[in-house]
């Protein structure tokens, strides 16, 4: 790379099952683009926090996380779970505590149909620009601020209480990201997604906001909202009649997976954790887990892993790295659209493949 071109420390965390495939494609071809572009570097600390170090050690990560984490740019993660250790306590070790430490409070998770790949709605199959979305994601409250509690254990007398949190100032900072990304995008649209027919507090407090807010953008981004139980209709059956949505931290997490799976695969979507103040280290992972039906088969699909490359890259630059971005974006297109694709796009490329097609047409690019 050229004298002027920045380095940024990113510190890599594979985790488990396919994060672990998928990090390493990843990597590839981020240093295929670094050496390709001249346009900047990047310098990994990598982090053996896993389910595996858990079993192993009796710990996923060490004591001063966080300070380790602080001294990077940003932190590229695969995925976490594994089938030996109950979901809720891989979540609550590793990725919920960074989430909300790191202060990333924004999960950004873009969803298009990228070229070459097929959508299960028949619409989007002849006109794939009819899916083109941005779920923006409240990622710090919630649903899964971790509050609650149980009584008689988990006797027949068992009561479980699981208390979502919503705070003015996690709202209203959520919305106003949200219209930014709408204002940002060329349809400037913002389709709100709340249940404040049957959750009469917190619900309601979001919605009451999300107006106030909606104010400041009268004229300048459309707004609507939506039940979620509503929004998943109309997601197959109008997508194109929405472009942002914002969505608390179960419903959004819901709603990206369906979103993903209309795209053609989950194994496309890419996800960025951002603190948008800057002043800790923003994370970046595709949305899908550690698939152990398919870990260590070399079959996962490395896509969401490099768009999600894409969106760090883009972060990172703060504005100056975009093409280089987008250069990764048109890369991922061209080998899709040329038929190169993971078993899960019904192609019969391995993962390996995938990779090396991207890295020669990020040559050819740059
Ligand atoms: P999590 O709890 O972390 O969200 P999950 O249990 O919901 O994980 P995933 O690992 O996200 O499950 O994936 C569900 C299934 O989708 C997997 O078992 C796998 O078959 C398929 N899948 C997910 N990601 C990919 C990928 N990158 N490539 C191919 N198939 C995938
Ligand atoms: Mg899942």
């Not at 001249?38 to 050690?57: E, G, I, V």
């Not at 300070?67 to 089938?83: E, N």
């Not at 919920?96 to 790191?102: A, G, V």
């Not at 707004?223 to 931290?249: C, G, H």
Request: aromatic share 8%; hydrophobic share 40%; net charge negative.
């Amino acid at each position: 790379a050229s004298s002027s071109a920045p380095n940024y420390h990113i510190a890599s965390i594979p985790g488990d099952g396919i994060g672990v495939d998928i990090t390493q494609a990843a990597k590839t071809v981020l240093a295929t683009l670094s050496s390709a572009s001249q346009a900047f570097t990047l310098t990994y600390t990598d982090l053996d926090w896993s389910s595996f170090a858990y079993l192993k050690r009796g710990y996923y990560m060490p004591e001063d996380w966080a300070t380790q984490l602080r001294k990077h740019d940003a932190i590229y993660f695969g995925a976490v779970g594994w089938p030996s250790v109950p979901d809720h306590i891989s979540l609550w070790q590793m990725i919920l505590p960074i989430r909300q430490q790191m202060n990333q409070y924004v999960n950004v998770r873009p969803t298009r149909i990228l070229a070459g790949t097929k959508s299960p709605v028949a619409a989007c199959q002849k006109d794939p620009k009819l899916l083109d979305w941005v779920i923006v994601r409240e990622n710090s409250e919630g649903e899964y601020a971790g509050q609650g509690g149980t009584t008689h254990g988990h006797t027949k007398d068992a009561i479980a209480t699981e208390l979502a949190i919503f705070t003015y100032v996690g709202i209203e900072r959520i919305m106003r990201f949200a219209f930014e990304v709408a204002k940002s995008r060329p349809r400037k649209k913002l389709t709100m997604v709340t249940k404040s027919n049957a959750q009469r507090h917190g619900m309601v407090l979001w919605d009451k906001v999300f107006y106030e807010v909606a104010e400041e953008y009268k004229g300048v981004v459309e707004f609507d909202k939506m039940l979620v139980d509503a929004m998943t209709v109309r997601m197959v059956e109008k997508p194109e009649s929405m472009d942002t949505i914002v969505a608390t931290n179960l419903h959004a997490d819901i709603l990206s997976d369906l979103a993903a799976a209309l795209a053609g695969s989950i194994g496309i979507a890419p996800s960025s954790n951002l603190d948008p103040t800057r002043k800790n280290p923003s994370m970046f992972e595709p949305i899908h887990g550690s698939a152990p039906d398919i870990a260590g088969k070399g079959i996962a699909n490395p896509v969401g892993a490099f768009w999600s490359a894409a969106e760090m890259v883009r972060w990172l630059g703060n504005g100056k790295l975009d093409e280089i971005a987008e250069g990764l974006m048109q890369a991922i297109a061209n080998v899709t659209v040329a038929g190169v694709k993971t078993r899960d796009l019904s192609g019969e490329k391995s993962t390996t493949e995938v990779t090396e097609a991207v890295c020669q047409e990020i040559e050819k690019l740059f």
